[in-house]
């Protein structure tokens, strides 16, 4: 007699003679109901019952699932105790019916939340880190540092101390050792009558980040430009980047100190710059870890005998 390897309604011709009732195979099934894990609303192939829980996983306990519902595992293991050779098992299940597990790793805030953001890189086995705003951050407290999988939970041991904390428009080109000076500028457009400070970027064509010069309509500035010129690149404001001069141009092509770290519009602005030193400045100088080529914030401490008018 044919062999069925798929449950299905099957036409089989017989002779019309009289013949004994067959039996007929039951080696091929198909179960439908709740399981404890795998792919859903699929029909799987089962071969046999280490092979079901590899899939679809151990016996449901009737106390969490519905009674009634929990025991399509029991029926695979007597299918195959029974001589059972395949069975497709398709798992079901109503996903909005299901509770999300939590569980409350801290004890809620009490208060209202505060939130800091570090700075510098805090290294592994580091014992401090410097925050932008420590501001509600008091010795006792217990902090949470990082989300997700990457967390950690710590106490703060003492008050944090002050940290005077630069956040700068764009990344620090050069690196800097600490100790090295960090004054007060002032930078305005130079517009000094009778001379020749501005200019702009070809109107077919802008500059790209990274770019180490930039070509003008019109190079001639009066007096000529020199290395050491800081120029405006960019209308003012958010836009505008400063970038050091490297030597005069050639022809209408601009050396500069650093490449750019921002890219320019066709016809966009360069002004070159008056850099004035305000009386009695306040003396900064760089933290005890320096800064590094990329940084876009810096740690300062007051200069050790100087002091701001």
Same mark, same amino acid.
């Given at each position: 007699?044919?062999?069925?390897?798929?449950?299905?309604?099957?036409?089989?011709?017989?002779?019309?003679?009289? %013949?004994?009732?067959?039996?007929?195979?039951?080696?091929?099934?198909?179960?439908?109901?709740?399981?404890?894990?795998?792919?859903?609303?699929?029909?799987?192939? /089962?071969?046999?019952?280490?092979?079901?829980?590899?899939?679809?996983?151990?016996?449901?306990?009737?106390?969490?699932?519905?009674?009634?519902?929990?025991?399509?595992?029991?029926?695979?293991?007597?299918?195959?105790?029974?001589?059972? %050779?395949?069975?497709?098992?398709?798992?079901?299940?109503?996903?909005?019916?299901?509770?999300?597990?939590?569980?409350?790793?801290?004890?809620?805030?009490?208060?209202?939340?505060?939130?800091?953001?570090?700075?510098?890189?805090?290294?592994?086995?580091?014992?401090?880190?410097?925050?932008?705003?420590?501001? !509600?951050? /008091?010795?006792?407290?217990?902090?949470?540092?990082?989300?997700?999988?990457?967390?950690?939970?710590?106490?703060?041991?003492?008050?944090?101390?002050?940290?005077?904390?630069?956040?700068?428009?764009?990344?620090?080109?050069?690196?800097?050792?600490?100790?090295?000076?960090?004054?007060?500028?002032?930078?305005?457009?130079?517009?000094?009558?009778?001379?020749?400070?501005?200019?702009?970027?070809?109107?077919?064509?802008?500059?790209?980040?990274?770019?180490?010069?930039?070509?003008?309509?019109?190079?001639?500035?009066?007096?000529?430009?020199? !290395?050491?010129?800081?120029?405006?690149?960019?209308?003012?404001?958010?836009?505008?980047?400063?970038?050091?001069?490297? !030597?005069?141009?050639?022809?209408?092509?601009?050396?500069?100190?650093?490449?750019?770290?921002?890219?320019?519009?066709?016809?966009?602005?360069?002004?070159?710059?008056?850099?004035?030193?305000?009386? !009695?400045?306040?003396?900064?100088?760089?933290?005890?870890?320096?800064?590094?080529?990329?940084?876009?914030?810096?740690?300062?401490?007051?200069?050790?005998?100087?002091?701001?008018?």
């Amino acid at each position: 007699m044919p062999e069925y390897l798929a449950p299905a309604v099957y036409v089989e011709e017989v002779d019309t003679g009289s %013949k004994p009732i067959e039996g007929v195979s039951t080696s091929t099934a198909g179960v439908v109901g709740m399981t404890e894990r795998g792919p859903v609303n699929v029909p799987i192939l /089962v071969t046999s019952a280490g092979e079901f829980q590899r899939w679809f996983g151990q016996y449901l306990d009737s106390d969490v699932f519905d009674a009634g519902r929990c025991y399509l595992p029991h029926a695979i293991d007597g299918f195959f105790t029974n001589g059972g %050779k395949r069975v497709y098992v398709t798992r079901v299940l109503d996903p909005t019916a299901a509770a999300p597990a939590n569980r409350q790793l801290v004890a809620p805030d009490t208060a209202a939340t505060v939130n800091a953001q570090l700075v510098l890189p805090a290294p592994a086995a580091a014992t401090n880190v410097v925050v932008a705003d420590a501001g !509600g951050l /008091v010795a006792n407290a217990t902090v949470e540092i990082g989300s997700g999988t990457g967390a950690e939970f710590r106490t703060i041991t003492a008050a944090p101390a002050n940290a005077n904390v630069l956040a700068i428009g764009l990344p620090l080109a050069f690196g800097h050792q600490a100790g090295q000076s960090i004054e007060l500028r002032t930078v305005t457009d130079n517009n000094t009558v009778g001379e020749t400070h501005a200019s702009n970027l070809p109107a077919a064509s802008g500059v790209a980040a990274g770019s180490p010069s930039v070509a003008l309509q019109n190079a001639v500035f009066n007096p000529v430009l020199a !290395g050491g010129d800081l120029l405006r690149v960019g209308a003012a404001g958010a836009d505008a980047e400063y970038v050091v001069v490297a !030597g005069p141009p050639v022809g209408s092509v601009v050396p500069l100190r650093t490449p750019l770290a921002l890219p320019h519009a066709a016809g966009a602005q360069v002004h070159r710059q008056t850099v004035v030193v305000p009386l !009695g400045p306040v003396i900064n100088h760089v933290g005890p870890d320096g800064t590094s080529a990329g940084d876009s914030v810096v740690a300062a401490g007051l200069e050790p005998g100087r002091q701001g008018s």
